[in-house]
């Protein structure tokens, strides 16, 4: 049994101030109903303070959601780990972090495992700010249109 871990895309991204936001998809490759969203959550927008919140068996496909990217595949090891990995990394906390940065840097740590290829980092750096209709693009095959 394998797992594909993705990058789920919500809104549309299209205004710099209201990007879109980013979150961890883990599901079975036949099951696009439900799966795991490992995200952060604006907890005061002011000070701009994440939350670690996770949804386990949550709808892939929600009225935000635009689309998915596939970026690994896993093992229920590998899927375990991964998790593990992910809720390690902490939460922005008023330092001018937004959800975006906190996905790349969790695939930085995803990536030291060998949990996802090397340069996934480095692509996600370059979408970070960029609207979702751009993130479609660069994703090519791997993305997944809701």
Same mark, same amino acid.
């Given at each position: 049994?394998?797992?594909?871990?993705?990058?789920?895309?919500?809104?549309?991204?299209?205004?710099?101030?209201?990007?879109?936001?980013?979150?961890?998809?883990?599901?079975?490759?036949?099951?696009?109903?439900?799966?795991?969203?490992?995200?952060?959550?604006?907890?005061?927008?002011?000070?701009?303070?994440?939350?670690?919140?996770?949804?386990?068996?949550?709808?892939?496909?929600?009225?935000?959601?635009?689309?998915?990217?596939? %970026?690994? !595949? *896993?093992? =229920?090891?590998?899927? /375990?780990?991964?998790?593990?990995?992910?809720?390690?990394? @902490? $939460?922005?906390?008023?330092?001018?972090?937004?959800?975006?940065?906190?996905?790349?840097?969790?695939?930085?740590?995803?990536? %030291?495992? !060998? *949990?996802? =290829?090397?340069?996934? /980092?480095?692509?996600?750096?370059?979408?970070?700010?960029? @609207? $979702?209709?751009?993130?479609?693009?660069?994703?090519?095959?791997?993305?997944?249109?809701?």
């Amino acid at each position: 049994m394998t797992y594909n871990l993705s990058i789920e895309v919500f809104g549309p991204g299209t205004d710099p101030e209201y990007r879109s936001h980013w979150g961890f998809m883990i599901n079975k490759p036949d099951n696009l109903d439900f799966g795991d969203l490992l995200q952060v959550e604006v907890i005061d927008i002011n000070n701009l303070w994440y939350e670690y919140t996770p949804r386990y068996g949550t709808k892939i496909i929600d009225r935000c959601a635009v689309g998915m990217c596939k %970026i690994a !595949d *896993l093992t =229920p090891d590998q899927r /375990s780990q991964a998790i593990t990995v992910i809720k390690k990394e @902490a $939460a922005p906390r008023g330092n001018n972090k937004r959800c975006q940065d906190w996905v790349f840097d969790a695939l930085l740590s995803l990536e %030291i495992e !060998d *949990l996802v =290829p090397s340069g996934t /980092s480095e692509f996600w750096k370059g979408m970070i700010g960029k @609207a $979702a209709v751009e993130v479609a693009k660069a994703c090519r095959e791997q993305w997944t249109a809701f």
